[in-house]
């Protein structure tokens, strides 16, 4: 069973930037599309953006143009880098694998306020 830890939230301002991570356990990511996704209470799990095994990114339009995402398979691990802030983005963000997704792991809480 693969395993994934989210971390790297925080609480900031409007406009503030932070950056997550996303480390899987085993040398898993190397031939995977991995995505971020974000949840917020009471609301479905929405996807944010993926990136493919070579690298090409893909992005929701609430993120294109404020997030990147990035990976390093050597260290398997996916990142998250966010910027311009805004309220809207406060959710619990969460990876997975695309294709053949594992069990979720804790999400860390990215809290944006005015």
């Known amino acids: 069973q693969v395993h994934l830890v989210e971390s790297g939230g925080g609480s900031v301002q409007t406009g503030g930037s932070l950056r997550l991570s996303c480390a899987a356990s085993g040398s898993v990511l190397r031939n995977q599309t991995m995505a971020w996704y974000r949840q917020v209470p009471g609301k479905k799990r929405d996807w944010v953006a993926h990136?493919?095994?070579?690298?090409?990114?893909t992005y929701a339009a609430s993120a294109k143009g404020r997030f990147t995402i990035s990976r390093d398979n050597a260290k398997n691990t996916v990142y998250l880098h966010m910027s311009d802030l805004r309220p809207a983005d406060t959710a619990v963000y969460y990876c997975?694998?695309?294709?053949?997704?594992?069990?979720w792991g804790q999400g860390t809480q990215v809290t944006v306020s005015l």
């Open positions: 990136i493919t095994a070579l690298g090409n990114p």
């Open positions: 997975n694998f695309v294709q053949f997704p594992t069990s």
